[in-house]
Protein backbone atom coordinates (compact mmCIF):
# COMPACT_ATOMS: atom_id res chain seq x y z
CA UNK A 1 0.00 0.00 0.00
CA UNK A 2 1.39 3.39 -0.97
CA UNK A 3 0.77 6.85 -0.18
CA UNK A 4 1.85 8.94 -3.20
CA UNK A 5 -1.43 10.82 -3.63
CA UNK A 6 -0.14 14.53 -3.48
CA UNK A 7 -3.43 15.54 -1.99
CA UNK A 8 -3.41 13.58 1.23
CA UNK A 9 -2.62 14.83 4.34
CA UNK A 10 -1.84 12.91 7.94
CA UNK A 11 -5.24 13.73 8.38
CA UNK A 12 -6.66 11.68 6.18
CA UNK A 13 -4.44 8.72 7.11
CA UNK A 14 -6.59 7.67 9.52
CA UNK A 15 -9.67 5.81 7.98
CA UNK A 16 -6.84 4.12 5.50
CA UNK A 17 -4.79 2.30 8.52
CA UNK A 18 -6.32 3.04 11.45
CA UNK A 19 -10.45 3.03 11.12
CA UNK A 20 -10.87 2.91 15.01
CA UNK A 21 -9.03 6.28 15.40
CA UNK A 22 -10.23 7.97 12.51
CA UNK A 23 -11.54 11.61 13.39
CA UNK A 24 -12.23 14.33 11.16
CA UNK A 25 -10.74 14.16 7.77
CA UNK A 26 -9.47 18.24 8.51
CA UNK A 27 -7.89 17.17 11.88
CA UNK A 28 -4.40 16.87 12.66
CA UNK A 29 -4.29 13.20 13.59
CA UNK A 30 -1.78 14.72 16.55
CA UNK A 31 -3.55 15.43 20.14
CA UNK A 32 -6.90 14.42 18.41
CA UNK A 33 -7.46 11.99 20.90
CA UNK A 34 -6.54 14.05 23.86
CA UNK A 35 -9.24 16.83 25.78
CA UNK A 36 -7.58 19.99 26.67
CA UNK A 37 -6.80 18.55 30.16
CA UNK A 38 -5.48 15.47 29.06
CA UNK A 39 -2.04 14.26 29.97
CA UNK A 40 1.13 14.05 27.14
CA UNK A 41 3.98 14.22 29.65
CA UNK A 42 5.01 12.92 33.02
CA UNK A 43 7.81 12.60 34.73
CA UNK A 44 9.04 11.26 38.77
CA UNK A 45 7.20 12.32 41.19
CA UNK A 46 10.03 14.17 42.84
CA UNK A 47 10.36 16.21 39.70
CA UNK A 48 7.58 19.25 40.83
CA UNK A 49 5.57 20.65 38.19
CA UNK A 50 6.61 17.55 35.30
CA UNK A 51 3.40 16.81 34.00
CA UNK A 52 1.91 18.71 30.73
CA UNK A 53 -1.40 18.90 29.27
CA UNK A 54 -2.26 18.74 25.84
CA UNK A 55 -3.58 22.31 26.31
CA UNK A 56 -0.10 23.11 27.66
CA UNK A 57 1.84 21.45 25.04
CA UNK A 58 0.43 23.54 22.52
CA UNK A 59 1.13 26.81 24.38
CA UNK A 60 4.63 25.86 24.45
CA UNK A 61 4.79 24.80 20.59
CA UNK A 62 3.25 28.16 20.01
CA UNK A 63 5.92 29.97 22.20
CA UNK A 64 8.93 28.20 20.14
CA UNK A 65 7.00 28.75 16.56
CA UNK A 66 6.55 32.53 17.96
CA UNK A 67 10.81 32.52 17.50
CA UNK A 68 11.46 30.31 14.72
CA UNK A 69 11.70 31.59 11.48
CA UNK A 70 9.80 30.01 8.52
CA UNK A 71 11.76 28.22 6.40
CA UNK A 72 12.04 29.63 2.77
CA UNK A 73 10.47 27.09 -0.01
CA UNK A 74 13.82 26.36 -1.68
CA UNK A 75 16.17 26.55 1.41
CA UNK A 76 17.51 22.64 2.01
CA UNK A 77 18.64 22.73 5.26
CA UNK A 78 17.56 20.92 8.09
CA UNK A 79 17.06 21.99 12.07
CA UNK A 80 18.92 19.79 14.59
CA UNK A 81 16.95 18.48 17.58
CA UNK A 82 19.15 17.63 20.32
CA UNK A 83 16.86 17.41 23.58
CA UNK A 84 17.63 14.44 26.32
CA UNK A 85 13.94 15.78 27.99
CA UNK A 86 10.91 13.90 25.79
CA UNK A 87 8.39 16.70 26.00
CA UNK A 88 11.40 19.29 24.68
CA UNK A 89 11.80 16.74 21.89
CA UNK A 90 8.15 16.82 21.32
CA UNK A 91 7.75 20.63 21.28
CA UNK A 92 10.65 21.20 19.25
CA UNK A 93 9.58 18.34 16.95
CA UNK A 94 6.02 20.05 16.51
CA UNK A 95 6.96 23.24 16.33
CA UNK A 96 9.62 23.23 13.75
CA UNK A 97 7.14 20.68 11.56
CA UNK A 98 4.55 23.51 11.87
CA UNK A 99 7.18 26.26 10.48
CA UNK A 100 8.33 24.33 7.93
CA UNK A 101 10.72 22.47 8.95
CA UNK A 102 12.59 19.23 8.47
CA UNK A 103 14.06 18.18 11.90
CA UNK A 104 17.64 16.36 11.55
CA UNK A 105 17.72 13.63 14.37
CA UNK A 106 20.92 12.36 15.37
CA UNK A 107 22.38 8.74 15.09
CA UNK A 108 23.50 8.89 18.74
CA UNK A 109 24.59 11.13 21.45
CA UNK A 110 28.35 11.10 21.73
CA UNK A 111 29.61 14.86 22.07
CA UNK A 112 31.99 14.70 19.07
CA UNK A 113 29.53 13.39 16.35
CA UNK A 114 26.96 16.28 17.50
CA UNK A 115 29.13 18.81 17.09
CA UNK A 116 30.38 17.56 14.02
CA UNK A 117 26.68 16.89 13.15
CA UNK A 118 25.53 20.66 14.32
CA UNK A 119 28.81 22.50 12.20
CA UNK A 120 28.06 20.57 9.09
CA UNK A 121 26.30 23.26 6.37
CA UNK A 122 23.03 21.44 5.91
CA UNK A 123 22.25 22.40 9.71
CA UNK A 124 20.69 26.25 9.92
CA UNK A 125 19.83 26.01 13.66
CA UNK A 126 20.15 23.34 16.70
CA UNK A 127 17.56 23.65 18.85
CA UNK A 128 18.46 21.56 22.10
CA UNK A 129 18.21 21.59 26.19
CA UNK A 130 22.04 21.11 27.14
CA UNK A 131 25.00 23.07 27.79
CA UNK A 132 26.87 21.50 25.34
CA UNK A 133 25.45 23.06 22.47
CA UNK A 134 24.65 26.24 20.62
CA UNK A 135 21.88 27.59 19.34
CA UNK A 136 17.97 27.97 20.59
CA UNK A 137 18.39 26.74 24.39
CA UNK A 138 14.51 25.16 25.06
CA UNK A 139 15.05 25.61 28.44
CA UNK A 140 14.31 29.34 29.41
CA UNK A 141 11.34 29.26 26.56
CA UNK A 142 9.72 26.19 28.50
CA UNK A 143 10.57 26.78 32.15
CA UNK A 144 7.81 26.43 34.64
CA UNK A 145 7.95 30.48 35.29
CA UNK A 146 7.02 31.21 31.80
CA UNK A 147 3.09 30.69 32.51
CA UNK A 148 3.35 33.78 33.90
CA UNK A 149 2.68 35.04 30.63
CA UNK A 150 0.78 32.52 28.57
CA UNK A 151 0.63 31.92 24.76
CA UNK A 152 -2.64 30.97 23.12
CA UNK A 153 -2.38 27.39 22.44
CA UNK A 154 -1.77 26.67 18.70
CA UNK A 155 -4.07 24.56 16.39
CA UNK A 156 -2.14 22.17 14.64
CA UNK A 157 -2.45 22.24 11.25
CA UNK A 158 -2.35 18.71 9.29
CA UNK A 159 0.86 18.16 7.71
CA UNK A 160 1.06 17.01 4.01
CA UNK A 161 1.92 13.10 3.88
CA UNK A 162 4.14 13.23 1.22
CA UNK A 163 6.28 15.98 2.65
CA UNK A 164 9.49 15.39 4.34
CA UNK A 165 9.91 15.89 8.10
CA UNK A 166 12.70 14.16 9.36
CA UNK A 167 15.82 12.88 8.51
CA UNK A 168 17.21 9.93 10.31
CA UNK A 169 20.64 8.19 10.46
CA UNK A 170 21.42 4.64 10.41
CA UNK A 171 25.14 2.82 9.48
CA UNK A 172 25.03 1.61 5.78
CA UNK A 173 27.86 -1.07 4.40
CA UNK A 174 30.37 1.63 3.93
CA UNK A 175 30.64 2.64 7.21
CA UNK A 176 29.24 6.37 6.65
CA UNK A 177 26.62 7.03 8.66
CA UNK A 178 23.29 6.73 6.13
CA UNK A 179 20.56 9.79 5.78
CA UNK A 180 17.26 8.54 5.46
CA UNK A 181 14.46 11.21 5.00
CA UNK A 182 11.06 10.11 6.32
CA UNK A 183 7.49 11.78 4.82
CA UNK A 184 4.53 12.41 7.77
CA UNK A 185 2.83 9.73 5.30
CA UNK A 186 5.33 7.35 6.53
CA UNK A 187 5.62 8.25 10.11
CA UNK A 188 2.41 9.00 10.70
CA UNK A 189 0.94 6.01 9.06
CA UNK A 190 3.00 3.75 10.98
CA UNK A 191 2.36 5.11 14.28
CA UNK A 192 -1.20 4.96 13.74
CA UNK A 193 -1.35 1.48 12.95
CA UNK A 194 1.10 0.50 15.49
CA UNK A 195 -1.32 2.37 17.83
CA UNK A 196 -4.13 0.52 16.20
CA UNK A 197 -2.88 -3.11 15.93
CA UNK A 198 -0.95 -2.86 19.90
CA UNK A 199 -4.21 -1.75 21.64
CA UNK A 200 -2.49 1.85 22.64
CA UNK A 201 -5.71 4.15 22.11
CA UNK A 202 -7.64 5.40 24.85
CA UNK A 203 -10.00 2.31 25.77
CA UNK A 204 -13.67 2.52 26.30
CA UNK A 205 -12.95 2.48 30.36
CA UNK A 206 -10.99 5.88 29.76
CA UNK A 207 -7.38 4.26 30.48
CA UNK A 208 -4.99 5.57 28.60
CA UNK A 209 -1.69 4.26 27.57
CA UNK A 210 1.16 5.77 29.89
CA UNK A 211 4.72 4.87 27.96
CA UNK A 212 8.25 4.95 29.65
CA UNK A 213 10.63 4.24 26.99
CA UNK A 214 14.51 3.31 27.73
CA UNK A 215 15.36 4.13 24.34
CA UNK A 216 16.15 7.40 23.32
CA UNK A 217 13.22 9.72 21.60
CA UNK A 218 16.33 10.78 18.61
CA UNK A 219 16.10 6.71 17.39
CA UNK A 220 13.09 5.86 15.27
CA UNK A 221 12.21 3.44 16.97
CA UNK A 222 12.18 5.54 20.28
CA UNK A 223 10.52 8.19 18.19
CA UNK A 224 7.68 6.16 17.42
CA UNK A 225 7.05 4.22 20.09
CA UNK A 226 7.65 6.31 22.84
CA UNK A 227 6.31 9.86 21.23
CA UNK A 228 3.96 10.13 18.07
CA UNK A 229 2.02 6.59 18.91
CA UNK A 230 1.36 8.26 22.50
CA UNK A 231 0.71 11.64 20.81
CA UNK A 232 -1.99 10.19 18.37
CA UNK A 233 -3.72 7.62 20.54
CA UNK A 234 -4.45 9.79 23.75
CA UNK A 235 -1.40 8.61 25.71
CA UNK A 236 1.15 10.50 27.49
CA UNK A 237 4.81 9.40 28.07
CA UNK A 238 7.51 9.66 30.68
CA UNK A 239 9.98 12.68 30.22
CA UNK A 240 12.73 10.86 30.85
CA UNK A 241 15.03 7.78 29.70
CA UNK A 242 15.99 5.47 32.55
CA UNK A 243 18.37 2.51 32.22
CA UNK A 244 19.20 1.10 35.18
CA UNK A 245 17.18 -1.57 36.18
CA UNK A 246 16.67 0.14 39.45
CA UNK A 247 15.91 3.49 37.87
CA UNK A 248 13.72 1.74 35.61
CA UNK A 249 11.45 0.06 38.23
CA UNK A 250 11.21 3.77 40.08
CA UNK A 251 10.12 5.46 37.07
CA UNK A 252 7.52 2.77 36.67
CA UNK A 253 6.15 2.86 39.99
CA UNK A 254 5.85 6.81 40.64
CA UNK A 255 4.54 7.34 37.47
CA UNK A 256 1.97 4.56 36.97
CA UNK A 257 3.07 3.97 33.99
CA UNK A 258 1.03 0.92 31.67
CA UNK A 259 3.75 0.83 28.65
CA UNK A 260 7.11 -0.15 28.73
CA UNK A 261 9.29 0.02 25.39
CA UNK A 262 12.82 -0.70 25.78
CA UNK A 263 15.45 -3.14 23.81
CA UNK A 264 16.67 -6.58 24.85
CA UNK A 265 20.07 -5.28 26.95
CA UNK A 266 18.09 -3.34 29.00
CA UNK A 267 15.55 -5.98 29.55
CA UNK A 268 18.20 -8.51 30.05
CA UNK A 269 19.45 -5.83 32.83
CA UNK A 270 15.84 -6.41 34.98
CA UNK A 271 17.27 -9.67 36.30
CA UNK A 272 18.58 -7.87 39.37
CA UNK A 273 15.58 -7.17 40.53
CA UNK A 274 13.66 -8.91 42.91
CA UNK A 275 10.62 -10.84 42.22
CA UNK A 276 7.45 -9.06 41.52
CA UNK A 277 9.06 -5.68 41.80
CA UNK A 278 7.82 -4.89 38.92
CA UNK A 279 4.05 -3.62 38.25
CA UNK A 280 2.13 -4.87 36.10
CA UNK A 281 2.03 -3.72 32.35
CA UNK A 282 0.12 -3.92 29.48
CA UNK A 283 2.63 -4.00 26.98
CA UNK A 284 6.13 -4.26 27.09
CA UNK A 285 7.64 -3.96 23.91
CA UNK A 286 11.14 -4.75 22.64
CA UNK A 287 13.09 -4.04 19.27
CA UNK A 288 16.31 -3.32 17.53
CA UNK A 289 17.80 -7.21 18.18
CA UNK A 290 16.22 -10.37 18.86
CA UNK A 291 14.85 -10.72 22.36
CA UNK A 292 17.14 -13.92 23.98
CA UNK A 293 14.94 -16.73 25.18
CA UNK A 294 16.29 -16.47 28.48
CA UNK A 295 15.49 -12.95 28.94
CA UNK A 296 12.12 -13.71 27.83
CA UNK A 297 11.89 -16.55 30.50
CA UNK A 298 13.44 -14.44 32.88
CA UNK A 299 10.47 -11.73 32.80
CA UNK A 300 7.97 -14.02 32.67
CA UNK A 301 8.48 -16.04 35.81
CA UNK A 302 9.55 -12.81 37.74
CA UNK A 303 7.03 -10.23 36.66
CA UNK A 304 4.78 -11.94 34.68
CA UNK A 305 5.40 -10.00 31.43
CA UNK A 306 5.60 -11.20 28.37
CA UNK A 307 7.36 -9.20 25.58
CA UNK A 308 5.80 -8.39 22.30
CA UNK A 309 8.89 -7.81 19.92
CA UNK A 310 8.83 -5.45 16.87
CA UNK A 311 10.86 -6.09 13.63
CA UNK A 312 11.53 -3.12 11.17
CA UNK A 313 14.45 -0.94 10.45
CA UNK A 314 14.70 2.99 9.66
CA UNK A 315 14.74 2.11 6.02
CA UNK A 316 12.01 -0.13 6.18
CA UNK A 317 10.01 0.85 9.23
CA UNK A 318 8.08 -1.73 10.79
CA UNK A 319 7.64 -5.29 9.31
CA UNK A 320 6.45 -7.81 11.80
CA UNK A 321 5.86 -8.92 15.17
CA UNK A 322 5.73 -11.44 17.34
CA UNK A 323 4.63 -12.26 21.48
CA UNK A 324 8.37 -13.46 23.05
CA UNK A 325 6.95 -15.61 26.12
CA UNK A 326 7.11 -19.30 27.08
CA UNK A 327 4.48 -21.15 24.66
CA UNK A 328 1.29 -22.74 25.26
CA UNK A 329 0.37 -26.20 25.11
CA UNK A 330 -1.92 -27.35 22.94
CA UNK A 331 -5.36 -28.59 23.92
CA UNK A 332 -4.64 -31.86 23.77
CA UNK A 333 -1.35 -31.04 25.85
CA UNK A 334 1.02 -32.29 23.11
CA UNK A 335 3.91 -30.48 22.49
CA UNK A 336 3.49 -29.61 18.92
CA UNK A 337 0.83 -27.28 16.57
CA UNK A 338 -0.63 -27.67 13.19
CA UNK A 339 0.57 -25.46 10.99
CA UNK A 340 0.33 -25.35 7.02
CA UNK A 341 -0.53 -28.93 7.39
CA UNK A 342 2.61 -30.00 9.37
CA UNK A 343 3.79 -30.29 12.93
CA UNK A 344 5.99 -27.90 14.06
CA UNK A 345 7.05 -27.63 17.69
CA UNK A 346 5.64 -24.89 19.83
CA UNK A 347 10.00 -23.17 20.40
CA UNK A 348 9.74 -22.91 16.49
CA UNK A 349 6.24 -21.63 16.68
CA UNK A 350 6.64 -19.25 19.07
CA UNK A 351 9.85 -17.67 16.83
CA UNK A 352 7.69 -17.11 14.08
CA UNK A 353 7.36 -13.51 12.94
CA UNK A 354 3.75 -12.25 11.83
CA UNK A 355 3.85 -9.26 9.79
CA UNK A 356 1.72 -5.70 10.55
CA UNK A 357 -1.09 -4.68 9.50
CA UNK A 358 -0.98 -3.37 5.75
CA UNK A 359 2.69 -4.83 5.24
CA UNK A 360 2.85 -7.56 2.57
CA UNK A 361 6.41 -9.82 2.25
CA UNK A 362 7.72 -11.83 -0.04
CA UNK A 363 10.96 -13.19 -0.58
CA UNK A 364 13.66 -13.94 -3.54
CA UNK A 365 16.64 -16.73 -2.41
CA UNK A 366 15.82 -16.04 1.07
CA UNK A 367 15.85 -12.52 1.13
CA UNK A 368 13.30 -10.64 2.55
CA UNK A 369 11.52 -8.21 0.70
CA UNK A 370 8.82 -5.27 1.82
CA UNK A 371 6.13 -3.68 0.68
CA UNK A 372 4.17 -1.07 2.80
CA UNK A 373 2.62 2.46 3.61
CA UNK A 374 6.02 2.82 5.95
CA UNK A 375 8.02 2.78 2.73
CA UNK A 376 9.59 5.85 0.91
CA UNK A 377 7.34 6.82 -1.62
CA UNK A 378 9.96 6.99 -4.26
CA UNK A 379 11.58 4.06 -2.98
CA UNK A 380 11.48 0.74 -4.97
CA UNK A 381 8.64 -1.69 -4.37
CA UNK A 382 9.06 -4.13 -2.75
CA UNK A 383 12.16 -3.18 -0.62
CA UNK A 384 15.00 -5.39 -0.81
CA UNK A 385 16.38 -5.88 2.56
CA UNK A 386 19.18 -6.80 4.40
CA UNK A 387 18.03 -9.39 5.76
CA UNK A 388 17.65 -13.04 5.17
CA UNK A 389 14.34 -15.45 6.39
CA UNK A 390 12.52 -18.92 5.36
CA UNK A 391 8.76 -18.37 5.79
CA UNK A 392 6.80 -20.83 8.09
CA UNK A 393 3.60 -20.71 5.86
CA UNK A 394 3.32 -20.78 2.40
CA UNK A 395 0.08 -19.56 0.81
CA UNK A 396 0.68 -19.69 -2.38
CA UNK A 397 3.72 -20.00 -4.75
CA UNK A 398 2.97 -17.74 -8.11
CA UNK A 399 3.07 -20.09 -10.97
CA UNK A 400 6.34 -19.94 -13.21
CA UNK A 401 8.73 -18.06 -10.44
CA UNK A 402 9.66 -21.10 -8.01
CA UNK A 403 12.22 -19.02 -5.90
CA UNK A 404 9.67 -15.75 -5.69
CA UNK A 405 7.30 -17.02 -3.15
CA UNK A 406 4.69 -15.09 -1.17
CA UNK A 407 4.13 -16.35 2.31
CA UNK A 408 2.42 -15.73 6.02
CA UNK A 409 4.66 -15.67 8.79
CA UNK A 410 8.46 -16.68 8.89
CA UNK A 411 11.73 -17.05 11.12
CA UNK A 412 14.32 -14.39 11.07
CA UNK A 413 17.85 -15.79 10.19
CA UNK A 414 19.87 -12.55 10.32
CA UNK A 415 21.87 -10.31 7.88
CA UNK A 416 23.18 -10.66 4.37
CA UNK A 417 25.53 -7.43 4.51
CA UNK A 418 28.13 -5.82 6.99
CA UNK A 419 25.79 -4.60 9.43
CA UNK A 420 25.18 -5.83 12.64
CA UNK A 421 22.94 -5.20 16.00
CA UNK A 422 24.76 -5.45 18.89
CA UNK A 423 22.97 -4.63 22.36
CA UNK A 424 20.33 -3.59 20.04
CA UNK A 425 22.37 -0.58 18.17
CA UNK A 426 22.81 -0.82 14.89
CA UNK A 427 26.67 -0.38 13.07
CA UNK A 428 28.74 -1.05 10.42
CA UNK A 429 31.67 -3.23 10.49
CA UNK A 430 33.56 -0.47 8.40
CA UNK A 431 32.69 2.45 10.47
CA UNK A 432 34.34 0.98 13.77
CA UNK A 433 37.42 0.37 11.37
CA UNK A 434 36.97 3.85 10.14
CA UNK A 435 36.90 5.33 13.56
CA UNK A 436 39.85 3.21 14.76
CA UNK A 437 41.95 4.46 11.31
CA UNK A 438 41.37 8.06 12.30
CA UNK A 439 43.17 7.70 15.98
CA UNK A 440 47.04 9.45 15.91
CA UNK A 441 49.29 6.49 15.59
CA UNK A 442 46.85 3.58 13.96
CA UNK A 443 48.61 2.43 11.00
CA UNK A 444 46.14 -0.73 10.09
CA UNK A 445 42.97 -1.98 11.06
CA UNK A 446 40.62 -4.65 11.25
CA UNK A 447 36.81 -5.62 12.24
CA UNK A 448 35.35 -8.69 12.54
CA UNK A 449 32.21 -9.70 14.58
CA UNK A 450 31.54 -13.05 16.33
CA UNK A 451 28.34 -14.53 17.74
CA UNK A 452 27.79 -14.07 21.71
CA UNK A 453 25.29 -15.20 23.83
CA UNK A 454 22.98 -13.06 26.05
CA UNK A 455 21.57 -9.52 24.99
CA UNK A 456 24.06 -8.66 23.17
CA UNK A 457 23.86 -11.43 20.53
CA UNK A 458 27.41 -10.37 18.52
CA UNK A 459 30.19 -8.87 19.84
CA UNK A 460 32.75 -6.87 17.58
CA UNK A 461 36.82 -8.01 18.31
CA UNK A 462 39.67 -6.04 15.99
CA UNK A 463 43.18 -6.07 15.10
CA UNK A 464 45.20 -2.93 15.14
CA UNK A 465 48.70 -1.96 14.49
CA UNK A 466 49.25 0.87 16.33
CA UNK A 467 53.38 1.30 17.44
CA UNK A 468 52.87 2.86 20.98
CA UNK A 469 49.41 2.55 22.01
CA UNK A 470 46.80 0.72 24.35
CA UNK A 471 43.76 -0.81 23.69
CA UNK A 472 42.27 1.34 26.35
CA UNK A 473 43.75 4.71 24.50
CA UNK A 474 41.84 3.47 21.73
CA UNK A 475 38.72 2.61 23.14
CA UNK A 476 38.30 6.26 24.87
CA UNK A 477 39.48 7.24 21.69
CA UNK A 478 36.36 5.21 20.18
CA UNK A 479 34.03 6.48 22.57
CA UNK A 480 34.14 9.64 21.29
CA UNK A 481 32.32 8.66 18.34
CA UNK A 482 30.43 5.49 18.93
CA UNK A 483 28.13 4.22 21.54
CA UNK A 484 30.04 2.45 24.27
CA UNK A 485 27.61 -1.15 23.58
CA UNK A 486 29.49 -1.51 19.95
CA UNK A 487 33.21 -0.66 21.24
CA UNK A 488 35.13 -3.98 20.55
CA UNK A 489 35.88 -5.50 24.27
CA UNK A 490 38.35 -7.68 22.98
CA UNK A 491 41.17 -5.76 20.98
CA UNK A 492 44.62 -7.29 20.21
CA UNK A 493 47.77 -4.93 18.96
CA UNK A 494 50.24 -6.43 16.62
CA UNK A 495 52.79 -5.78 14.05
CA UNK A 496 51.31 -6.30 11.11
CA UNK A 497 47.46 -7.52 10.16
CA UNK A 498 47.61 -11.41 8.48
CA UNK A 499 46.92 -10.02 5.31
CA UNK A 500 46.95 -12.43 2.30
CA UNK A 501 49.65 -11.68 -0.79
CA UNK A 502 47.47 -9.99 -2.75
CA UNK A 503 46.56 -7.69 -0.05
CA UNK A 504 43.00 -9.26 1.34
CA UNK A 505 42.21 -10.16 4.89
CA UNK A 506 40.17 -12.69 5.74
CA UNK A 507 36.97 -12.96 8.67
CA UNK A 508 39.33 -16.43 9.52
CA UNK A 509 42.67 -14.86 9.73
CA UNK A 510 41.47 -12.05 11.98
CA UNK A 511 39.55 -14.30 13.84
CA UNK A 512 42.36 -16.93 14.25
CA UNK A 513 44.79 -13.97 15.51
CA UNK A 514 42.45 -12.72 17.91
CA UNK A 515 41.40 -16.60 19.66
CA UNK A 516 45.18 -16.94 19.66
CA UNK A 517 46.38 -17.51 23.13
CA UNK A 518 48.61 -14.57 24.49
CA UNK A 519 52.17 -15.91 25.55
CA UNK A 520 53.65 -14.46 28.71
CA UNK A 521 56.28 -12.36 27.38
CA UNK A 522 58.99 -11.41 30.19
CA UNK A 523 61.50 -10.29 28.38
CA UNK A 524 62.18 -7.45 25.35
CA UNK A 525 63.35 -8.75 22.17
CA UNK A 526 67.17 -8.09 21.53
CA UNK A 527 69.15 -9.39 18.93
CA UNK A 528 73.14 -8.16 17.94
CA UNK A 529 72.89 -4.82 15.73
CA UNK A 530 75.13 -5.18 12.63
CA UNK A 531 77.36 -1.99 12.75
CA UNK A 532 81.04 -0.25 13.10
CA UNK A 533 80.63 -1.13 16.68
CA UNK A 534 80.67 -5.03 16.18
CA UNK A 535 84.61 -5.00 15.25
CA UNK A 536 85.47 -2.42 18.50
CA UNK A 537 85.80 -5.06 21.53
CA UNK A 538 85.08 -2.22 23.65
CA UNK A 539 81.99 -1.49 21.78
CA UNK A 540 78.39 -3.49 21.40
CA UNK A 541 75.07 -2.52 19.86
CA UNK A 542 71.59 -4.49 20.25
CA UNK A 543 68.32 -4.03 17.83
CA UNK A 544 65.28 -4.17 20.71
CA UNK A 545 61.95 -4.55 20.63
CA UNK A 546 59.33 -3.82 22.95
CA UNK A 547 56.75 -6.65 22.43
CA UNK A 548 52.77 -5.83 23.40
CA UNK A 549 52.16 -8.57 25.36
CA UNK A 550 55.48 -7.80 27.32
CA UNK A 551 54.16 -9.36 30.51
CA UNK A 552 55.89 -6.24 32.87
CA UNK A 553 53.37 -3.47 30.98
CA UNK A 554 50.32 -4.81 32.37
CA UNK A 555 48.98 -2.48 35.05
CA UNK A 556 52.54 -0.44 34.27
CA UNK A 557 50.22 1.77 33.71
CA UNK A 558 46.52 1.09 32.80
CA UNK A 559 45.41 3.28 29.68
CA UNK A 560 49.26 4.24 28.95
CA UNK A 561 51.46 1.53 29.39
CA UNK A 562 55.45 2.07 29.64
CA UNK A 563 57.93 -0.30 29.76
CA UNK A 564 59.38 -0.14 33.55
CA UNK A 565 63.06 1.03 34.07
CA UNK A 566 63.93 -1.47 35.76
CA UNK A 567 63.37 -3.70 32.63
CA UNK A 568 65.56 -1.84 30.59
CA UNK A 569 68.13 -1.85 33.27
CA UNK A 570 68.00 -5.39 33.31
CA UNK A 571 68.79 -5.84 29.87
CA UNK A 572 71.63 -4.14 29.56
CA UNK A 573 73.12 -5.91 32.83
CA UNK A 574 72.37 -9.12 30.86
CA UNK A 575 73.86 -8.12 27.22
CA UNK A 576 76.75 -6.73 29.19
CA UNK A 577 77.46 -9.78 30.68
CA UNK A 578 77.21 -11.87 27.96
CA UNK A 579 79.03 -9.49 25.94
CA UNK A 580 81.97 -9.28 28.72
CA UNK A 581 81.59 -12.04 30.59
CA UNK A 582 84.39 -11.27 33.25
CA UNK A 583 82.84 -8.11 34.40
CA UNK A 584 81.28 -10.03 37.28
CA UNK A 585 78.25 -9.49 39.38
CA UNK A 586 76.74 -6.04 38.78
CA UNK A 587 77.94 -3.43 41.96
CA UNK A 588 76.18 -0.43 41.59
CA UNK A 589 74.19 2.17 39.13
CA UNK A 590 75.51 5.57 38.63
CA UNK A 591 73.99 8.64 36.46
CA UNK A 592 70.90 6.55 35.59
CA UNK A 593 68.64 8.90 33.96
CA UNK A 594 64.75 7.67 32.23
CA UNK A 595 64.42 10.32 29.26
CA UNK A 596 61.18 9.86 27.83
CA UNK A 597 58.63 6.70 28.28
CA UNK A 598 59.04 3.41 26.25
CA UNK A 599 55.70 2.13 24.94
CA UNK A 600 55.15 -1.05 23.57
CA UNK A 601 55.51 -1.95 19.62
CA UNK A 602 58.73 0.62 19.88
CA UNK A 603 61.98 -0.10 18.01
CA UNK A 604 65.29 0.90 19.58
CA UNK A 605 68.95 0.50 19.91
CA UNK A 606 70.82 -0.68 23.10
CA UNK A 607 74.53 0.59 23.28
CA UNK A 608 77.15 -0.67 25.24
CA UNK A 609 79.96 1.47 25.68
CA UNK A 610 82.84 -0.34 28.01
CA UNK A 611 84.46 2.25 29.81
CA UNK A 612 86.93 0.16 32.04
CA UNK A 613 87.71 -3.07 32.85
CA UNK A 614 84.91 -2.80 35.42
CA UNK A 615 82.32 0.09 34.21
CA UNK A 616 80.10 -0.15 31.04
CA UNK A 617 78.13 2.36 29.81
CA UNK A 618 74.81 1.91 27.81
CA UNK A 619 72.27 3.86 26.09
CA UNK A 620 68.69 3.31 24.43
CA UNK A 621 67.98 4.97 21.45
CA UNK A 622 65.03 5.21 19.22
CA UNK A 623 65.68 7.37 16.06
CA UNK A 624 67.96 9.84 17.08
CA UNK A 625 66.67 10.25 20.38
CA UNK A 626 67.77 8.91 23.84
CA UNK A 627 65.13 7.17 25.80
CA UNK A 628 67.00 6.16 28.55
CA UNK A 629 71.04 6.43 29.69
CA UNK A 630 73.21 4.96 32.77
CA UNK A 631 76.24 3.88 34.43
CA UNK A 632 76.96 0.14 35.15
CA UNK A 633 79.82 -0.77 37.42
CA UNK A 634 80.67 -4.46 38.50
CA UNK A 635 82.97 -6.75 40.20
CA UNK A 636 85.35 -7.84 37.55
CA UNK A 637 85.13 -10.98 38.90
CA UNK A 638 83.12 -13.90 37.36
CA UNK A 639 79.23 -13.48 38.36
CA UNK A 640 77.73 -17.15 39.35
CA UNK A 641 76.14 -19.19 37.42
CA UNK A 642 71.83 -18.96 37.95
Not at 18 to 33: D, K, Q, V
Not at 270 to 295: C, H, K, M, N, Y
Amino acid sequence: MGLANRSLTVAGLAPIVAPSLARSPTLSPILAHHEPESLVAFGLEARSGAERTAERLRSDIARVVAVLPECAPDDPREILCVASDRYHFAVALLAAWQRGHRVALPPNAQPELLRAVADDRSISLVIHDTDEMSGLDLRPLLAEEIRATPAEPLALAPLPALRKLVTVWTSGSTGEHQRHSKTAGQLFAEALTLAEHFGLAVGSDGERARVVATVPSHHIYGLLFSVLVPLVSGGAFSRETPLHAVVVRATLMATHANVLVSVPAHLRALRILDPGQLPALSRVFSSGAPLPPETAKMLRARFDLAVTEVLGSTETGGIAWRVSEPALTTASGGGEVEEGGQAVSERDAAAHWTPLPHVQISAVEGRLLVDSPFLPPDGPRPWPTADRIEFATQEHTRPGSARHQLRHQFRHLGRVDGVVKIGAKRVAIAEIERRLLEIAGVEDAAVAVIEVGGARGHEPVALVVGPGLSPEHLRAELRRWLDPVVIPRRMRLVDALPREPNGKLTRRAILAEIEQPKPRVLELDCRSAPSAEASDPTRAAFEVYVPRDLYSLRGHFRGAPIVPGVVQLELARAQALARWPELGALRWVRRLKFLRPLGPGEHLRLILDRRAPDRVEFSFVCADERVSVGSLSFSATPAPQE
